[in-house]
């Protein structure tokens, strides 16, 4: 690589910056914010050593481990063990997806659009888009490691330190980068910005995968641990032994990875990619001749990924069950606040855990709904809609998204179920957990609602659908321990569900829930089918 292939480096960081201001923005904030209020509830919610120390019975646990991280600290189990254990990996793969995003958005979907083609032919070098990418990923990395490290520290709990605050933002933002590094990668490699999005996120469920192995297998993790990123952001052991070295590894894989995408792409020409597309089917099957078949195609592997980690999370979760009630009874806090829910300390427990699995099938359904932008912004859906009607192709998109996430709530309540059902011997938990998560399904089709009718109206301002799902996330996961207020509880679509098995079912709550989705739907549709088509993002 030489100067000259970076020529123009600088003016398209700007550009890109400038694109992504409001979306990395949105971004930074919902990470930053999860992760403060989820550390700042910690004193209230463990007041106690005994507290802290009855949690970290639990967490020895090897499902929850492959949950959440090695375990370390345990004897001492501190508000700053419990933060880089328990937080550390769940900050560090958002991070990640933010970085893999960022880094395919501004390369191989500028290709794929034909502007990167335009860009070329001036005074741009052959590897200063990809630079520039990875510049801006790497300053997103870094603005949130500010962000986080100045936050934490600044919260004042006990045993959280401005040295641990430091390496835990250090640990997430290498994590982000060495994602971001994989997306480059990724993007030299698949020929689609679909492709390169999946090909990345593989790798990171690799990632995880290894290192929920390696930490099932044994406390502090064994040799699978160190094959995984996130592994190697845990192994720093923040609050508890403060290890940089392992950061080193991070710096490591991000030198190859680079180095690796910068050779890559010396050898395949502008808009192709190293792996040439599979021919298809000399004729097309009869699904691929209608809208919602083609919708089907798009959406299929994403459907796929996320039916599979969906079940094996609420299969894991499960087998927690016989250890619950020993953990809460031992907490007043937790204790009280599962009390207020109603039924027993496990019926609580599953309205709670079924309630993020909920906000996890918004993720989804939001994701799924707004590829009909994509589709539209890379020029693609323009020529479907001479075929067919503006309607019929978004409503296509739509059937997937409300099937999807339907299916994901189906597959929570049955693994969730069945794997608290072998663990009490209790078979009637099977349909009483089913029942609770198909309970959430008119609240996730509201935000599907709340997305489509912004993509309609306004179509640059549908990522507006994400501050809505990171609000039902912060509810979800803390409202009922923090007690929020009611009205807080009220502004998010999955508060008005009925927290089954712990409540009594309430169906009014859920019919209006419906009628509203049906309302913004209707709203988007035909606000989509009377506005004009944008070809840019």
């Known amino acids: 690589m030489t100067p000259r292939s970076l020529t123009g480096t600088v003016h398209l960081v700007a550009v890109i910056a400038r694109r992504d201001r409001v979306?990395?923005?949105?971004?930074?904030?919902?990470?930053?914010?999860?992760?403060?209020?989820?550390?700042?509830?910690?004193?209230?919610?463990?007041?106690?050593?005994?507290?802290?120390?009855?949690?970290?019975?639990?967490?020895?646990?090897?499902?929850?481990?492959a949950i959440s991280g090695p375990g370390y600290g345990l004897d001492d189990y501190t508000?700053?063990?419990?933060?880089?254990?328990e937080y550390l990996s769940w900050v560090a793969v958002f991070v990640a997806l933010m970085s893999i995003f960022t880094v395919v958005r501004h390369t191989r979907l500028e290709e794929e659009a034909g502007r990167a083609e335009l860009i070329r032919a001036s005074r741009v070098g052959r590897h200063a888009m990809t630079t520039a990418a990875l510049a801006v990923a790497v300053g997103a990395n870094a603005v949130l490691a500010v962000l986080l490290a100045v936050g934490i520290g600044s919260l004042g709990i006990a045993d959280v330190g401005w040295?641990?605050?430091?390496?835990?933002?250090?640990?997430?933002?290498?994590?982000?980068?060495?994602?971001a590094a994989v997306a480059a990668v990724a993007v030299q490699v698949n020929a689609s910005a679909r492709g390169a999005n999946g090909l990345a996120g593989a790798v990171l469920v690799l990632a995880y995968t290894l290192r929920a192995a390696g930490d099932m297998a044994?406390?502090?993790?064994?040799?699978?641990?160190?094959?995984?990123?996130?592994?190697?952001?845990?192994?720093?052991?923040?609050?508890?032994?403060?290890?940089?070295?392992?950061?080193g590894l991070s710096a490591v894989a991000v030198g190859a990875l680079v180095a690796a995408a910068y050779a890559l792409s010396t050898r395949r020409d502008v808009g192709a990619s190293l792996v040439p597309p599979r021919p298809g089917r000399a004729h097309a099957r009869d699904g691929l001749t209608t809208p919602l078949g083609l919708a089907w195609r798009l959406h299929r592997s994403?459907?796929?990924?996320?039916?599979?980690?969906?079940?094996?999370?609420?299969?894991?979760?499960?087998?927690?069950?016989?250890?619950?009630?020993?953990?809460?009874?031992?907490?007043?806090?937790?204790e009280d606040a599962v009390a207020d829910l109603g039924g027993t300390i496990?019926?609580?427990?599953?309205?709670?855990?079924?309630?993020?699995?909920?906000?996890?099938?918004?993720?989804?359904?939001?994701?799924?709904?707004?590829?009909?932008?994509?589709e539209e912004v890379s020029g693609r859906a323009e020529a479907l809609l001479a075929t067919t009607s503006r309607r019929r192709w978004l409503a296509s998109h739509l059937v997937v998204a409300?099937?999807?996430?339907?299916?994901?709530?189906?597959?929570?309540?049955?693994g969730l179920g069945v794997s608290v059902a072998s663990s009490l011997g209790d078979g009637a938990y099977v349909t009483r957990v089913l029942g609770a998560a198909l309970a959430h399904v008119p609240a996730i089709w509201l935000v599907i609602g709340i997305t489509v009718a912004l993509y309609g109206v306004a179509p640059r301002i549908t990522p507006l659908a994400w501050a809505v799902v990171a609000y039902a996330g912060i509810v979800g996961w803390l409202g009922q321990l923090l007690q929020f207020p009611q009205w807080a509880l009220d502004l998010s679509p999955l508060g008005h569900t009925p927290l089954l098995p712990a409540e009594g079912m309430r169906w009014?709550?859920?019919?209006?829930?419906?009628?509203?989705?049906?309302?913004?739907?209707?709203?988007?549709?035909?606000t989509f089918a009377r506005r004009d088509i944008h070809s840019t993002a």
């Not at 508000?79 to 254990?85: I, L, P, T």
């Open 218 to 247: 044994a406390l502090g993790g064994n040799a699978l641990s160190w094959l995984s990123p996130i592994g190697w952001a845990q192994q720093t052991r923040v609050y508890v032994d403060d290890r940089w070295w392992p950061l």
């Open 302 to 334: 994403s459907v796929a990924w996320w039916s599979l980690a969906v079940g094996l999370f609420a299969v894991g979760y499960g087998t927690l069950a016989t250890e619950v009630e020993r953990f809460v009874s031992e907490m007043s806090v937790i």
């Open 346 to 374: 496990i019926d609580a427990w599953l309205a709670i855990i079924t309630l993020v699995f909920a906000v996890l099938a918004t993720v989804f359904a939001v994701v799924a709904t707004v590829r009909a932008r994509s």
């Open 23 to 65: 979306r990395l923005a949105l971004w930074l904030r919902c990470l930053t914010a999860f992760t403060l209020a989820s550390v700042a509830a910690l004193p209230g919610l463990y007041p106690e050593a005994v507290d802290r120390q009855a949690r970290a019975v639990l967490v020895q646990n090897p499902g929850t481990r």
């Open 79 to 85: 508000f700053g063990a419990m933060v880089g254990h």
């Open 163 to 179: 040295e641990g605050s430091v390496l835990f933002s250090a640990a997430v933002a290498s994590t982000g980068v060495v994602f």
């Open 402 to 414: 409300l099937a999807g996430s339907a299916l994901l709530m189906v597959l929570t309540g049955v």
């Open 508 to 526: 009014a709550p859920l019919v209006v829930l419906a009628v509203a989705a049906v309302a913004l739907v209707v709203v988007g549709q035909v």
